[in-house]
């Protein structure tokens, strides 16, 4: 029998949501939105899973979801079908019957996927990248690099961090203040591990990003929320915090542009934190995770730089800078008690970094392809961030709130009305657009906007989804009157 379908699906491990939960669900919009019909067969469990790359376990847990919730149908010795009993299946075939021909075909769109801000590939120097790293091994002192090397990374490329970081960010650090890593949220990992222990608390922005947040939990802390304003983290809540908890051990901020919302962390608000930190003695666990993507004068400057702070771990990560796949973030810190502990737990869990990329990406920075690559790619992004402010302005300006960010690769938008976000996403997930659910920028309760990136899709596909997002909001927002 013939298979036609192909299941459109790419594991998002930001997602709290188990795997074999992200497969059924998105095959349950398949057959929502008609990519799948009433008596079409799935593919054997063996076979998908061989096509998403993953254990058969995990197709078999998600089938067996599917006919739990009675949305497939198993038929002995044939095999996984498309229950034909769903009234809402039925509807769909009925549209199908009478519909025009395009919009048929518009069902079986590959969906429109809304990342947390990811770059766009196709203009990444990937070339320039394959050419540096082939001529590494061509050298003749190339069996040297084979071995093992320094836990924290090459002692050159840490040099070439360590001047960019003081050149471009004002910041006052040496090569072995530095530890390279396997992309920022191995930096994030490695000091949780080694800052906190069970017991200790951490002040994180609420909303704020998930991923560190388990990093920290996973290291036995617990975490404090502080809201979030057009202003950055808002200290009134971290001042409330420190007196009412005797355990804090650090703050988690993001305030060159606070993931997700976008905003700056203002001067005042700066100087004030690090004289909290300074006053408590607790250390600031600084992500800047886009400095690079920057429209005005110039960035602003880190928390880190101020020579006045005490204690700081500052995370930085160049994959959005050479290549999305490539896994180089590093973390600066003056505490070479800190800096001691991490080298000594990544030679336990990775023995050291990818050497050989470490040359090639130096090898690009010296002579000058990662500087041409910034600029070009900063006039690129600019360019569609105004467009998409344009579509927004065209589509969206009466239901909900944004403003134009001075940097980085996504905009915040706060619809005016509170609304039903699961409702929101089920219903632009039948329209083939993929947004993050709220709740996954949440501490308790989930916050009434989302963030809309644009780095990595076409000026098409931001126009038509912003179109349709505009739709399913004004029509959810004249339902929660």
């Given at each position: 029998m013939l298979r036609p379908w192909k299941l459109e699906f790419e594991i998002d491990k930001k997602l709290e949501k188990a795997v074999y939960l992200q497969i059924a669900d998105t095959i349950i919009a398949d057959i929502r939105s008609g990519r799948l019909a009433a008596g079409d067969a799935l593919p054997g469990s063996r076979n998908l899973a061989l096509m998403l790359k993953i254990n058969r376990n995990t197709v078999v847990e998600a089938y067996q979801v599917l006919i739990n919730e009675e949305w497939v149908i198993s038929k002995e010795r044939k095999g996984i079908f498309v229950s034909e009993k769903l009234p809402v299946l039925q509807e769909r075939l009925s549209e199908k019957r009478t519909a025009p021909e395009e919009n048929v075909s518009a069902l079986n769109r590959p969906v429109i996927n809304f990342d947390d801000g990811h770059?766009?590939?196709?203009?990444?120097?990937v070339a320039e990248l394959a050419r540096a790293y082939r001529q590494i091994f061509n050298r003749k002192a190339k069996w040297q690099m084979m071995g093992y090397g320094n836990e924290h990374g090459d002692i050159e490329f840490r040099k070439v961090i360590s001047q960019m970081l003081n050149h471009q960010r004002g910041m006052h650090i040496n090569e072995n203040e530095i530890s390279i890593t396997r992309g920022s949220q191995m930096a994030m990992f490695l000091t949780a591990q080694c800052l906190l222990k069970a017991g200790d608390q951490v002040i994180v922005e609420n909303p704020g990003y998930k991923p560190a947040w388990k990093a920290f939990e996973y290291a036995g802390a617990e975490l404090?929320?502080?809201g979030v304003d057009h202003e950055g983290i808002i200290i009134e809540d971290i001042e409330k915090l420190l007196t009412e908890n005797q355990n804090i051990k650090a703050i988690y901020i993001t305030p060159h542009r606070q993931y997700p919302t976008t905003?700056?962390?203002?001067?005042?608000?700066?100087?004030?934190?690090?004289?909290?930190?300074n006053q408590y003695g607790i250390t600031i666990i600084e992500d800047d995770y886009d400095n690079e993507f920057h429209f005005g004068y110039r960035p602003i400057l880190p928390v880190s730089s101020f020579a006045e702070l005490n204690s700081y771990v500052y995370i930085g990560t160049l994959s959005k800078v050479v290549a999305p796949a490539l896994r180089i973030g590093y973390l600066a810190s003056k505490d070479p008690n800190m800096i001691q502990k991490i080298g000594d737990l990544r030679k336990i869990i990775d023995v050291q970094g990818d050497v050989i990329m470490e040359q090639a990406v130096l090898q690009l920075i010296k002579e000058g392809t990662v500087k041409k690559h910034i600029k070009k790619a900063t006039v690129h992004y600019k360019n569609k961030r105004d467009l998409v402010f344009y579509f927004l302005e065209?589509?969206?300006?009466?239901?909900?709130?944004f403003t134009l960010p001075e940097g980085g690769l996504a905009f915040w938008i706060a619809p005016r009305k509170k609304l039903n976000w699961d409702a929101v996403s089920a219903l632009l997930l039948e329209k083939n657009i993929n947004i993050i659910h709220p709740q996954q920028y949440s501490h308790d309760r989930i916050i009434n906007g989302f963030r809309l990136s644009y780095g990595s899709l076409s000026e098409e596909q931001l126009e038509l989804?912003?179109?349709i997002i505009s739709e399913v909001l004004k029509n959810e927002s004249a339902r929660s009157k």
């Open positions: 770059p766009d590939s196709k203009i990444a120097p404090l929320p502080a905003v700056t962390l203002s001067l005042t608000r700066r100087l004030k934190l690090i004289e909290l930190s065209k589509y969206l300006k009466d239901i909900a709130d989804s912003i179109k």
